[in-house]
């Protein structure tokens, strides 16, 4: 059984930075792709980052890239995410999820993720 647990949300201002931790339970950590999606209010869930099994490759959606960064670290068992400059349509439950065993175009999609946290929520103020 895996579990992800998130941490590291809160509230923010704008052009403030947060980061998000996800601690991911079980021994087949380095063997999955692992990815942040985020939630807003009335909206579905969307693709935020997805980094690759060795660390060495990451994905982002187009309005994260140069604010957020991807990383894990193997030997903590957890992967983050880095916000910067955020801005008010950031806010939303953030999750973290294990993805497909390969990056590509099937880590942009949720349906491809078999374990989720249970989300934290991040609030940016205008």
């Known amino acids: 059984q895996v579990q992800l647990v998130e941490s590291g949300g809160g509230l923010v201002q704008t052009g403030g930075s947060l980061r998000l931790s996800c601690q991911a339970s079980?021994?087949?950590?380095?063997?999955?792709?692992m990815g942040w999606f985020r939630q807003a209010p009335g909206k579905e869930r969307v693709f935020v980052a997805a980094?690759?099994?060795?660390?060495?490759?990451?994905s982002y959606a187009d309005s994260m890239k140069g604010r957020f960064t991807i990383s894990r670290d193997f030997a903590k068992n957890t992967v983050y995410l880095q916000m910067n400059n955020l801005k008010p349509e950031d806010t939303a439950v953030y999750y973290c999820?294990?993805?497909?065993?390969?990056?590509?175009?099937?880590?942009?999609?949720?349906?491809?993720?078999?374990?989720w946290g249970q989300g934290t929520q991040v609030t940016v103020s205008s």
């Open positions: 999820a294990r993805g497909p065993g390969v990056l590509g175009a099937a880590t942009f999609f949720r349906y491809n993720y078999d374990y």
């Open positions: 079980g021994r087949t950590f380095s063997s999955y792709t």
């Open positions: 980094i690759s099994r060795t660390g060495g490759s990451s």
